[in-house]
């Protein structure tokens, strides 16, 4: 188990390395996926692997010239990287300039900055009644499909795209026996692992990962755990897009809580809702996308409370609090906060927001928050 | 001595306040005379309106608070109750708004008030024209009709984004209008309202060809008080008299020698991208006059409808799309790429001297890689650009230093450039 660990860890310590030796590695083409709902099952048909964008690890410099201070950290930390030619081995890259406003910076800084041989644009519509949005959302998947067949001079065949699908639905049926297993023993990892294994999946090849899950779950199931039970649980909810810093998760865990589940981005949404393998594939791809839970605040979905959701997580899980970790310029989150925490009023349910932001920010002053949260929940 | 610069301000442009007067008047009074009432964002208030409803428009209303100094009261409410600084100014605008309503609270500017929606047709051009609207949803359960609006980021998708758009519109907005109306859709009268807006838009457009004079007779802040009659006051009919009244006015200066800018012209032809700063139009216009400088046209607030022509009243809801996502619709040129080619074609026709971009810290929906447009201009065509951060309405996000330093770079690299 601890050896799977360390491989996560040191995938995630150092993507840019990992990826661009996976690709000497392999051979393969790498595309980039701007986070979250680029289907990466077509892009791993069409024989490419496909990689998740990430926030990077750097301070922004290079980036001030082409995108403003108040666009959110990945925004600015991706272009940063992609202008400083960090990102040079990703053959492709492919954004969904619907999801929020800041995505339709990319097209043109990549275009004419740092053009890959490949590039994309998905509009994904919102999850809006009416068939019109499916049919849309049904070609404009069959638009990034010709797309993909035209870059690599190959068809691909509805066989290759269900057996690209299954893989990913293996990754996810492995990664909710992680959370499963998190959920019975609390504290089995620490809430840092379970971002990096989340975010490992996005990196390496699935089938490489589906084996490193294995391994990791059969060492899960015999590790035993010291009861948490006097520590209070609380899930984590929100950052989206990217990474947290994994400080702040050691702090809420230095603070007497304990993460037995999250709403995450990097971490269960990701690999929330498998796609169906019988039928048509591309069909199933985009019922995938428009399932409206977990729900998001991108995709324009009204009749589902977040708050809701996210409550009966929390009583699922045993759980006495909830963590919001809002992305500082994130729009979607930030304008759904309020009335996520007005449901948090209304049903009693103790919640803080942390706002992180890409550059280092004042962790004494999250610190202080939690430390007041944990209090509050009598867990310290 | 250097020359001082002061504007020509436009007689017919008077006439304007009290058109908008009455339109925000009636929509409040329409409660209470028994009649409908839509919220819309995006230019999917037309709809509304071939119902007979009377209908707010999201940026129109925020031009509105901005100019009668509503914005920053209702703003602080929305903060008050819980919106966070950094979202959207016309969001948080809106959500104080609704809070005051709520809760009774009562504001310095009543006029500001106004009635709650019996449906809310949300036209997502940006997301947080969304986000907006299902929070209305949420907090009182106001009936919501979407309709995604997609900016066009490559050429060939425009076929397929107008199709969608027209699909939405046939299968939920005018449904959801029939339910909220009680009747069916009104096709007529939406014919009726592009004819009267194929007439003013005509009008309009000649308006246009003295943005191209040297001298300049009018100016972008003229154009900026003068824009309802096409966008939110759409087929109302003293829109043909007053366009027709400003026409008149302009051809006079041309005929005895008046320009925008006195006493001979200006010295700067300026492109202004992105939103209008409704609540500081006089502060804005302070820090350009003085340097003899006129900003001319722009991406947003420009002719929105450059081909009248095009607009079919045998064809209504056609034509409503095509007005966006035809071959020569405008959400082409909302998308970073496309607009490199259009200011292109705006800086080569309005003779422009300079570029400002005015990049808005609370919505990015014109803020769009500009300062990668303003390189690619500035290499294809020698022209400078600066951006400025400021904000539409919100004071708090308006800095004065930083917006004067770089507006005096602009002035001084043009007079650098013209020395060579």
Not at chain 1, 96 to 106: A, N
Not at chain 1, 123 to 131: A, E
């Given at each position: 188990m601890q050896k799977v660990l360390s491989k996560i860890a040191e995938v995630t310590s150092d993507p840019y390395a990992y990826v661009a030796g996976l690709k000497d590695r392999t051979g393969k083409r790498i595309i980039g996926c701007f986070p979250m709902y680029v289907p990466e099952e077509i892009v791993h048909a069409a024989d490419l692997i496909p990689v998740v964008i990430w926030r990077g690890n750097e301070s922004v410099t290079w980036g001030h010239a082409h995108v403003p201070a108040y666009d959110c950290g990945i925004v600015r930390s991706f272009v940063d990287d992609a202008v400083r030619g960090k990102l040079g081995f990703m053959d492709g890259m492919v954004f969904?300039?619907?999801?929020?406003?800041?995505?339709?910076?990319?097209p043109l800084i990549i275009e004419r900055n740092v053009k890959p041989a490949y590039m994309k644009i998905l509009?994904?519509?919102?999850?809006?009644?009416?068939?019109g949005v499916r049919s849309f959302l049904l070609d404009d998947l069959q638009s990034f499909k010709t797309s993909l067949e035209d870059f690599t001079g190959k068809k691909i065949s509805d066989d290759d795209l269900k057996r690209s699908i299954d893989i990913y639905n293996e990754n996810r049926s492995l990664l909710e026996r992680v959370y499963e297993i998190r959920r019975e023993r609390p504290g089995i990892l620490k809430a840092r692992e379970v971002m990096q294994i989340v975010w490992s999946s996005m990196l390496m090849p699935k089938e490489d990962h589906n084996e490193l899950l294995e391994e990791l779950i059969k060492g899960m199931e015999k590790k035993t755990v010291e009861?948490?039970?006097d520590r209070v649980k609380v899930i984590p909810v929100g950052c989206l897009c990217q990474t947290l810093q994994f400080d702040i998760l050691d702090m809420i865990e230095d603070m007497g809580m304990v993460i037995p589940d999250d709403d995450l981005y990097i971490g269960s949404r990701y690999f929330a809702n498998k796609a169906n393998i019988n039928g048509n594939p591309i069909e199933a791809l985009a019922d995938r996308y428009l399932t409206?839970?977990?729900?998001?605040?991108?995709?324009?979905?009204?009749?589902?409370?977040w708050g809701d959701e996210a409550i009966k997580q929390m009583k699922a899980n045993n759980a006495k609090g909830i963590i919001s970790i809002r992305v500082k310029y994130c729009p979607p989150h930030t304008c759904y906060y309020p009335d996520f925490k007005s449901k948090m009023m209304e049903e009693s349910v103790p919640e803080v927001m942390i706002e992180m932001e890409h550059e280092i920010m004042s962790l004494e002053g999250v610190k202080t928050r939690l430390q007041s949260f944990a209090e509050t929940l009598g867990g310290v | 001595m250097g020359v001082e610069y002061k504007i020509n301000r436009l007689a017919a442009t008077n006439d304007m306040r009290p058109m908008v007067d009455r339109h925000w008047a009636e929509l409040r009074a329409a409660k209470e005379r028994g009649e409908k009432v839509a919220w819309a964002s995006g230019p999917s208030f037309v709809f509304p309106y071939a119902m007979g409803m009377k209908c707010h428009f999201m940026a129109g209303y925020a031009a509105y608070c901005g100019g009668i100094g509503a914005a920053d009261e209702l703003m602080k409410l929305a903060e008050a109750s819980g919106e966070l600084p950094e979202t959207c100014s016309y969001h948080r605008l809106h959500m104080g708004m609704v809070e005051a309503v709520k809760k009774e609270i009562p504001i310095k500017k009543p006029e500001a008030i106004l009635p709650l929606p019996d449906l809310l047709v949300a036209g997502r051009y940006c997301t947080e024209q969304s986000h907006y609207s299902e929070s209305f949803y949420r907090r009182m359960g106001i009936r919501v009709s979407p309709l995604e609006l997609p900016f066009i980021f490559e050429k060939e998708d425009r076929p397929r984004l107008r199709e969608f758009v027209y699909r939405q519109i046939k299968e939920n907005v005018i449904p959801n209008l029939e339910e909220v109306c009680g009747k069916p859709f009104d096709y007529d009268r939406l014919s009726e309202i592009i004819s009267v807006l194929k007439k003013a838009a005509t009008i309009r457009n000649e308006c246009w060809e003295f943005f191209k004079?040297?001298?300049?007779?009018?100016t972008l802040w003229d154009y900026a008080v003068s824009m309802a009659p096409v966008i939110y006051m759409m087929g109302d009919p003293e829109s043909v008299p007053f366009y027709e009244k400003l026409l008149k006015e302009l051809r006079e200066r041309k005929e005895k020698g008046i320009p925008a800018m006195a006493p001979d012209g200006e010295k700067y032809r300026i492109y202004w991208d992105g939103w209008i700063p409704w609540a500081f139009l006089g502060k804005f216009m302070r820090k350009f006059t003085p340097n003899g400088a006129v900003c001319l046209c722009g991406r947003y607030p420009w002719e929105m409808f450059p081909h009248p022509e095009l607009l079919d009243t045998e064809h209504p809801l056609e034509t409503v799309a095509d007005w966006m996502y035809g071959e020569k619709g405008l959400a082409k040129n909302m998308a970073p790429k496309e607009s490199v080619e259009f200011i292109g074609g705006l800086i080569e026709e309005y003779s422009i001297d300079g570029l400002v971009m005015f990049s808005s810290k609370s919505c990015r929906m014109w803020n769009l890689s500009q300062m990668d447009v303003v390189d690619a201009l500035d290499k294809r065509y020698g022209i400078p650009g600066v951006v400025i951060e400021a904000d539409m309405?919100?004071?708090?996000?308006?800095?004065d230093s930083q917006i004067d330093i770089r507006l005096q770079a602009l002035f001084e690299t043009i007079d650098g450039r013209r020395r060579r």
């Open positions: 969904h300039v619907r999801q929020c406003l800041q995505v339709g910076e990319f509009y994904l519509p919102p999850i809006y009644p009416g068939d009861s948490k039970g409206k839970i977990p729900l998001c605040p991108t995709k324009g979905v009204w009749d589902i409370h | 004079t040297k001298p300049v007779y009018w309405i919100d004071p708090a996000m308006i800095s």
